[in-house]
């Protein structure tokens, strides 16, 4: 399947050190506020080796119309480490409606020892993750294409 590239320059952290330990991600997904936008299907963030992250609140229904939401995630892996991953945002297409329209996504870093949050990346409109729905055809979109 084919994956939709959309790549983004770093914000705040350009300048730091990649030995500094990140402790926390901060992941805001926003689902834009349009009909079916919506998904009920299991959302993640893959971070290439360092492990793929389920994007979801027990108990709740996640990825709504209109929805912005942030997700913790705890790590322990270097900024350098970080800044060689492929990131991917997607789905596992199951559920009624599995399509998305992703709005915005950011990532925020938190380095160990630190109580300050940093912005790593930012993405506007990234559109509809489906395989049902164009133009793009896919459940998953690379924001990062880390060092082969």
Do not use: C
């Not at 027990?58 to 942030?70: A, P, V």
């Amino acid at each position: 399947m084919e994956k939709l590239q959309v790549y983004t320059p770093e914000v705040e952290t350009r300048n730091s050190s990649g030995v500094r330990i990140i402790s926390n991600i901060a992941v805001t997904v926003s689902t834009k506020d349009k009909f079916l936008a919506g998904t009920d299907a299991h959302v993640f963030l893959k971070v290439g080796s360092l492990g793929s992250f389920p994007l979801m609140t027990i108990g709740e229904d996640d990825f709504e119309k209109g929805e912005t939401r942030t997700y913790w995630l705890d790590t322990s892996f270097t900024l350098a480490g970080l800044r060689s991953e492929k990131i991917e945002l997607g789905h596992d297409n199951t559920g009624k409606l599995p399509g998305w329209f992703v709005s915005e996504v950011a990532i925020r870093i938190k380095f160990a020892g630190s109580n300050m949050l940093a912005l790593y990346k930012q993405w506007g409109e990234i559109g509809w993750l489906s395989l049902d729905t164009g133009p793009y055809f896919t459940t998953i979109a690379e924001l990062q294409a880390g060092s082969e």
